[in-house]
């Protein structure tokens, strides 16, 4: 996904929300790091998304041949798809596992050679209706580093098709003068639903040094403060590999956070944040993990080295979703790239793929109601 981001430009201004922080530390716990990911299970995937529903899944992405790729995993026991036909196999036409084929009225028809992408989707379902969450390039950008917005669109059925709203939903911080139309930027958008029914919105902000923030929404699925709402801040640059560096100096001006994932982890009744630190293109993309003792924080962050780093043949690992099965299973799915076909190399293979696959794996945590105890860990 053919994205740039400013750094460090702006750092946001203390919020109210933050005064929670300031309450005794959450316990850490006994996480593991530097895992390497596990074997991929689908073709040309990114940005996964997993909307579960009942005893169904459902799997999203960013643009790859589809505007928005889904299919309904039947299994994550196994490859859902290794190849364009295989994706393409289960549907007739085809077209019918793209989720939102209608470009939203505010994204730039042309940012990407000429068409249009839709990146890091995000998908929940809102009484009787299925909304989708989106990142996408607003037209009228004057920062083409910090162009993306948030969108939402509307479907009666899980796969869709969603129907965009007119307007993006949230844009980050006020712009400054002269600066983007809306705001100065957010992307990567992740609802996330707490045990008590209340959702809240995680996000990316653009020209900012606090990079992930969270964001409470109405029951309806909208934000009380609008396009231009403050977050609170969960995480922002600390360690050396956030900045997508193989040293031991953090360079604030270099990388991101992004594609910050929650899920509620019911034995020590806490929160556990899954985060992508450095350059999505480059081999030195990682995965950050923090607690947390609410969706809205105080968190506390891994210092020790990334969650979970390159290896196996794979580089780039990040993008992660952590999500809860019916069952109450803790799963995740992220993707990474084949060494070597990071960009600029990731020239198409033969049968179109560009060499970034999607990973899903289990959640294993003690079982403890001592969060300090607890050990964190994917396995197979």
């Keep these: 996904m053919p994205r740039r981001r400013a750094r460090a430009l702006v750092v946001a201004p203390a919020l109210a929300l933050l005064a929670v922080a300031a309450t005794a530390c959450t316990p850490l716990g006994s996480p593991a790091t530097r895992q390497t990911p596990a074997a ?3 073709w040309d995937a990114s940005d996964p998304a997993v909307l579960v529903v009942g005893t169904d899944a459902y799997l999203f992405g960013s643009t790859n041949n589809k505007k928005v790729p889904v299919r309904q995993v039947q299994a994550f026991d196994g490859s859902l798809a290794d190849s364009k036909a295989a ?3 289960v549907y007739s036409p085809a077209s019918q596992n793209d989720a939102m084929p209608t470009r939203p009225a505010w994204v730039n028809p042309t940012r990407f050679g000429g068409t249009w992408h839709i990146w890091a989707p995000s998908a929940v379902k809102i009484g009787p209706n299925y909304y989708l969450y989106f990142a996408a390039s607003r037209s009228g950008a004057t920062d083409t580093h910090n162009d993306q917005c948030i969108g939402r669109a509307v479907a009666s059925s899980p796969m869709g098709p969603y129907s965009p709203g007119p307007d993006p939903l949230y844009c980050g911080l ?3 003068a002269g600066s983007n139309p809306w705001g100065r930027g957010a992307l990567d958008p992740e609802v996330f639903r707490a045990p008590g029914g209340d959702l809240f919105l995680l996000v990316s ?32 640059k600390q360690f050396p590999w956030h900045d997508g560096s193989d040293d031991s100096t953090l360079n604030r001006s270099q990388g991101t956070l992004e594609n910050p994932s929650m899920v509620h982890e019911p034995k020590t009744d806490t929160y556990l944040l899954f985060y992508s630190a450095g350059r999505w293109d480059s081999a030195y ?6 607690r947390c003792a609410t969706p809205t924080g105080p968190c506390t ?24 099965m019916s069952d109450g299973q803790l799963r995740v799915a992220y993707s990474s790239w084949k060494a070597g076909k990071e960009p600029p190399n990731n020239t198409p293979n033969p049968d179109g793929s560009l060499s970034r696959q ?8 003690t079982d403890t109601s001592s969060a300090s105890a607890q050990s964190v860990r994917l396995v197979d």
Excluded at 205 to 232: C, F, K
Excluded at 285 to 290: E, V
Excluded at 359 to 365: E, F, G, L
């Design 285 to 290: 993309y990682n995965t950050g993990f923090a």
């Design 174 to 176: 006020p712009a400054e």
């Design 87 to 89: 994706w393409d196999a």
């Design 301 to 324: 962050k891994q210092s020790d080295g990334p969650f979970l780093k390159s290896g196996n043949g794979r580089t780039g690992v990040g993008g992660l979703t952590a999500f809860t």
């Design 358 to 365: 999607t990973h899903w794996q289990r959640i294993s945590v």
């Design 205 to 236: 902000m653009s020209r900012t040094e606090d990079s992930i923030g969270v964001l409470p929404l109405r029951s309806d699925g909208r934000i009380p403060g609008g396009t231009n709402a403050r977050p609170t801040t969960l995480v922002s």
């Design 40 to 42: 991929p299970r689908v």
